[in-house]
């Protein structure tokens, strides 16, 4: 795992341990971490991300129940084989992921339309941005810009 691409947010309701194998598991799911890739030790994850071990041994646990890694005394941990039958989305968990997204964005300026076209766009990353934000600009039209237009 060169890149590790693991963030805790310290000001989410997900508490640590989640935030982690939600993230991991993501990586797994899409691709990015692939069959037999190996993951840091608990210890080196720990102090990569400023945690206590025990919070990322849970998270270890929690992907190894769900079968996503597997720990191999000497082989480390290592991604396993995504499991053949599609994986049930966590209704609470998104609600929380959500509600987090919409309160870091919101805190950024967003609106809701704003947020809702950066949803979209995400949905949908083969679209270009700006269409996405024009047909979004037609069904509610943003408000207006804060600069001014010069005058010639």
């Not at 060169?2 to 935030?19: K, L």
């Not at 037999?36 to 990322?56: F, I, K, M, N, S």
């Not at 290592?78 to 964005?105: G, K």
């Not at 609106?111 to 979209?120: F, G, K, N, P, Y």
């Amino acid at each position: 795992m060169n890149d590790p691409a693991i963030r805790v947010d310290t000001t989410s309701q997900a508490p640590p341990y989640e935030q982690i194998r939600t993230q991991l598991a993501a990586l797994i799911r899409t691709g990015r971490l692939t069959e037999g890739e190996r993951l840091p030790t608990v210890r080196q994850l720990a102090a990569d991300l400023g945690l206590a071990p025990g919070t990322v041994a849970r998270a270890y646990r929690e992907l190894e129940a769900a079968e996503l890694i597997r720990t191999r005394r000497g082989a480390g941990t290592r991604v396993a084989a995504l499991p053949s039958e599609p994986h049930p989305h966590d209704a609470d968990q998104l609600t929380t992921l959500a509600r987090d997204f919409t309160s870091t964005a919101r805190a950024l300026g967003a609106d809701a339309e704003d947020i809702l076209t950066a949803v979209r766009d995400a949905l949908s990353p083969g679209l270009a941005s700006s269409s996405a934000t024009s047909e979004a600009e037609r069904v509610a039209p943003r408000r207006p810009s804060r600069r001014r237009k010069s005058q010639t």
